[in-house]
């Protein structure tokens, strides 16, 4: 890795989590315009299933021996695509940005050596802001292969009690204790993104295992169409620093869609985080999938509010 005079690369530690935190916010603000990763992400991110972070991960000093830059490879199941986050304080560490980008390059080259696979293919996200970071991506090879969009609305004045749902339609609290209904969720959310292009199927072990860190099980919804469960919707806590519901899953089954039932989840995880106090709600939209609703999400008042481009390249293996 070549960086400029004075500069230093090394392994980060847990105890490098306040510094690298500093970093992510001055890269969320510049990117977003708002900070998007706590503590707990960084940790997280660090001790995550298939990160090692003495071989995963970098940070970069500058002269003065601030830390302005974070790099990390993910890939939270071990299988399908590789992902690449590299995160620098925009006033001090762009220049640093394309140097670790091509170290970590290297590292997804001998992830695919130590997995026996020919290459890998590996992921970077960019924001319309990120101009620079845009141009060393194409540079490196990467291209545009999809867009995510996100959507919000305010929930000021939504009243706390959910419209009736269609004939037919009942919407519930999914029952957390209840394994059959948990395999019911899993069922029906894999059957609905099977259509995806890029989704990667998690069996249900490993998808129950991966959920016990979600614990507002009260927003989390199932939809059940001539008391049959038809389709599901899962909340998550990654916008509560905004005082934001955040909708991560929203599933229907083939056969239901275009019944309401879409549209019923969504106002009963609105009324929730109405209930709860919560400002807004918003939610991201894959373009790239064949069966995204952006009609269904403007009908419940949701607008699109920002978005992010995704460059992809397939990297060879090392020694191929």
């Known amino acids: 890795m070549t960086l400029p005079a004075g500069w230093h690369a090394r392994r980060p530690t847990l105890d490098d989590v306040p510094a690298i935190l500093t970093v992510a916010h001055a890269a969320d603000t510049f990117a977003i315009g708002y900070p998007d990763f706590d503590a707990d992400d960084v940790r997280d991110a660090l001790t995550a299933p298939n990160v090692d972070p003495e071989r995963d991960s970098w940070v970069v000093t500058d002269p ?12 939270e199941t071990g299988t399908g695509r590789e992902f690449v986050d590299v995160l620098v304080d925009p006033d001090r560490g762009a220049e ?8 970590q390059l290297e590292r997804v080259a001998e992830r695919a050596a130590e997995r026996g696979l020919p290459a890998l293919t590996v992921r970077c996200p ?10 060393e991506l194409t540079d490196a090879g990467f291209k545009v292969v999809k867009r995510y969009q996100l959507m919000r609305r305010s929930l000021a004045g939504l009243p706390g009690e959910p419209p009736p749902p269609p004939p037919g339609v009942t919407v519930r609290p999914v029952r957390p204790g209840d394994e059959s209904e948990l395999r019911d ?5 894999d059957t609905a993104f099977r259509d995806t292009p890029d989704y990667e199927p998690l069996p249900y072990d490993r998808w ?7 614990p507002a099980w009260d927003e989390w919804f199932v939809a059940e169409v001539d008391g049959r469960p038809a389709g599901v919707l899962r909340s998550s806590d990654q916008a509560l620093d905004r005082n934001e519901g955040w909708v991560r899953v929203l599933a229907v089954l083939p056969g239901n869609r275009r019944r309401g039932v879409g549209a019923a989840l969504l106002s009963h995880a609105f009324a929730r ?6 400002e807004s709600v918003g939610l991201g939209v894959d373009l790239a999938n064949p069966t995204a609703p952006l009609s269904l999400y403007r009908s419940v008042g949701l607008r699109e509010v920002r978005w992010v481009d995704m460059y992809e390249r397939v990297v060879p293996a090392a020694g191929v």
Do not use: C, T
């Not at 129950?208 to 979600?214: C, F, G, L, P, T």
């Open 126 to 135: 960019a924001y319309p802001p990120e101009r620079r970071w845009a141009a």
């Open 208 to 214: 129950r295992a991966r959920i016990e860190v979600d």
């Open 64 to 75: 003065d021996g601030a830390l302005v830059a974070w790099a990390i490879l993910q890939n």
């Open 185 to 189: 969720f899993h069922r029906i959310y």
């Open 273 to 278: 985080y109405v209930e709860k106090g919560r």
């Open 96 to 103: 640093v940005r394309g140097p670790l980008l091509a170290r």
